[in-house]
Each structure stands twice: as structure tokens, then as C-alpha cells.
């Protein structure tokens, strides 16, 4: 028995890697383009707004696509909706060269580019990748899978930059072209490893019943309810980091090298968060989880701003602690969506709670900015950060979905029959 067990060993891991490359190479591109922002504006001749424009509306449309292309998982199948992703990243970074105009820059760059990533989300990969896992296995492997944008992040942002520095981001766009193109077959073997590691799933909902009335109940669900808003609260917080913190930290007087390497720990850290969060949905009720880390989250607000010296080794130490809960939030919310309604309607539920989320980032960036004009400082925005992160996560420990995720191990299945052909 101990090939079938190396041999599942060896199943699992594939599917992982595959996953995750393709989460890693959409999040990766899509996360580093601020790096190509400045050659951009040069390069197309246009202000430095409509560029920013043009990839700000791009952030807002990988939100919104993201409910349709889990529409698309439903209705036709995985492959569809990542092959979409693929084939419509590959046209906005092939076309971007020769976007001189606002119009094309917004088209391209912005809305096609941004829409191919929202077809390869974590929400969309974890749907495909969790049928062939079951959830036990699922689990770690989410964590995995969530600290692909990080791992992406790693590889792809020097080797932008340096092709940026080096022939161009003319060039630059045609290159990625390559990475893009080759998760391309990755897509197509994920997408035909179904109902292997396990013998049923709570997805037969979506066959008795249309998806219409299956997304109908769900979103009039108490639980479902609170995903949504605890994730709002989400996008909320990390629009802090990724908006405010930096001009944060430049205004208590910390070096603008000690705030640069307070970002490179912090992403460090956020890959070690996701994978250790997986774990802990192993060995704990996941909401239980999910609700520590928004705890967590307010205890570290209370600390940063009002507790703590402002000096380089407090921040710095503040920026690691933050990076472990960064994506932590992502993989146990998946996870609890997925356990109540199966991974088809997964991808199409995770895709709404995701377009909240960017809405709660739009309008932490927005009332970031006016607290710092009303006040003068970003005392008034972490104030809310802390309250809301408090209220998510008394929230989520209301939550009154059950998870047995250890006990399900022994339930999980494994064959070594013959794949069928479409596999």
C-alpha cells in the first residue's frame, strides 16, 4: 500500500503546483504593474493620470468579473473560464505597445488585461482545483495557492523590472507573454482532474436546483451575509497598507529604505500567513480561524498606532506581524463558502464576496484621504480599521457553519483506476 500512498502524495502535490502556478503568474503580473507605471507614461506619450486611471479601473474590473466568469464556471466549465483568463491577459499585454490614446490604454491594459486575471482568481482556481482535492486536502493546498500571488510577486517583479530597465516595457509586455502562454496547458490538465480524491460533494444542489435560485438563497443566507461584509472589512484594511501605509511610516520619520524593506518583509511574511493558515483550518474550526485573524488585525492597529514607539524596529516588527494576516482572511473564507455550497457555486459566490471587497478598498482609499486632510494624520482611519476588524470578526465567530475537516480524512478516496480520456 505504500506506492498508493506515495502515489497520492505525489497527486496532490501536482494539483497544488499547477494551482498555484497559475494563480502566481495572474496575481503576479497583475499586483507588479505599478513597476511599469512611469515607462508607460512615457511610452504612450499620455499624462501620468490617464495611465493610473486606466490600471486603477483595471483593479475595480478584476473585482467585477469575477461573479460572471464563475457564471461561466457553472454554465459551461472550468476550462472556459480559465482559458478566457488566459487568452484575454495574453491580448492586453500583446496590444499594449501600441496604445498611444487614453481610450486604448483604458481598454487594454485597464479592462481586457485586468478581466483575463479576474477569470484566473483565487476564487476561480480554488472551484477547479477542489473537486480532484476534496476538502480536507483542499484546505492546506488553498493556503498554498494563496501564497501564489506572493511567490509570483518574488520572480516576476525583479525580472519586470529589470526587462523594463534593460529593452523596454515595449518588450517588457511582449515577454510576459511567455509565462502567460504557458500556464496555458497547466489550465487544461487542472481542469479534468474532477471527483478523483473523493466520492461526493455537497454540489448536487446546484444540479436539483437552477444557479439562479441555488446564488438567490445564498445570498439571503445569515452566514453568506456575513462572509460578504467581514471581506468588505477586508478590502478595507489592506487598502490601508497598499494605499496609506508607506506615506505612513515616511511621515513618523522613518526612512524611506526602512519603509521600502518594511514592504518586502511584509510580503514575506504574508506568504508564510497563507500557508500557515491553511494548516490552522486543519486543526481548528475554520471560522474560528477566520475570526482570530481579524482579531488579530484590531490588536495590531491598537498596537501600531497607539501603543508603540515609532522607530525602525517597531515597524518593522508591525510590518511582519500585519503580513501574516494579510491574505490569511482568503483561504478560510473560501473555504467556509465552499463547505456550505460546494465549489461550483464557489467560484460564482467567492467572485461577489471579492467585488465587495475591492468596494471596501475603494472606500478605505477614499476616506483615507480625507482623514488625513480633516486631521492631519491617519489616526481617524485605523480608529475605523480597528473597530471594523473587531465587528468582522464578532461576526464570523456567529457564523453557524459547521466544519469537519479532520474528520473527513478518513473519509477521503482515492483510485487508481484508469483516467477516462478526457483526463
Known sequence: MGWM??????????????????????SGIRSNLAILLNSLVEHSGQSYAAVSFALAAGQLVYGLVQPLFGIIVIKKSNLTALSCGVILMAIGLAVTPWCHSELTLLLFPGIIFHAGTGATCFGIVMSVATPALGRYHAAV??????????????????????????????????????????????????????????????????????????????LKDRDFIILVVSFSICGFHMAILQTHMYAQ????????????????LMGIATMCGALLCGLCCLKFEIKNVLGSVYVLRGVIGILFVFVLPKNSITVIVVAIMLGLTTDASVSPTCALICNKYGPKLMAILFGFTYM????????????????????????????????????????????????????????????????????
Not at 5 to 26: E, Q
Not at 171 to 187: K, Y
Request: net charge positive.
Open 356 to 423: 465587495c471587497h475591492q468596494i471596501g478598498s475603494f472606500l478605505s482609499a477614499a476616506f483615507g484621504g480625507m482623514s488625513l486632510t480633516t486631521t492631519g494624520n491617519y489616526n481617524l482611519l485605523w480608529t475605523a480599521d480597528i473597530l471594523l476588524c473587531l465587528l468582522a470578526a464578532a461576526l464570523v465567530y456567529a457564523i453557524r457553519i459547521k466544519t469537519e475537516l479532520i474528520k473527513e480524512k478518513s473519509k477521503s478516496s482515492y483510485t487508481t483506476s484508469k483516467p477516462t480520456a478526457a483526463a
Open 5 to 26: 500512498k506515495n502515489t497520492k502524495r505525489n497527486y496532490i502535490l501536482l494539483i497544488a503546483v499547477s494551482a498555484c502556478l497559475i494563480y502566481a503568474v495572474s
Open 141 to 218: 493546498v488553498s493556503g498554498l495557492i494563496n501564497a501564489g500571488t506572493g511567490l509570483g510577486s518574488t520572480f516576476l517583479a525583479p525580472l519586470m523590472s529589470l526587462l523594463n530597465n534593460t529593452v523596454g516595457v515595449d518588450i517588457t509586455m511582449l515577454c510576459l507573454l511567455v509565462p502567460v502562454m504557458l500556464i496555458m496547458p497547466v489550465c487544461v490538465w487542472l481542469s479534468h482532474r474532477k471527483n478523483i480524491m473523493m466520492q461526493s460533494h455537497p454540489d448536487d444542489g446546484v444540479e436539483k436546483t437552477s444557479m439562479w435560485q441555488a446564488v438567490n438563497s445564498a
Open 249 to 264: 511610516l515616511i511621515s513618523y520619520g522613518i526612512s524611506e529604505p526602512i519603509a521600502t524593506l518594511c514592504y518586502t
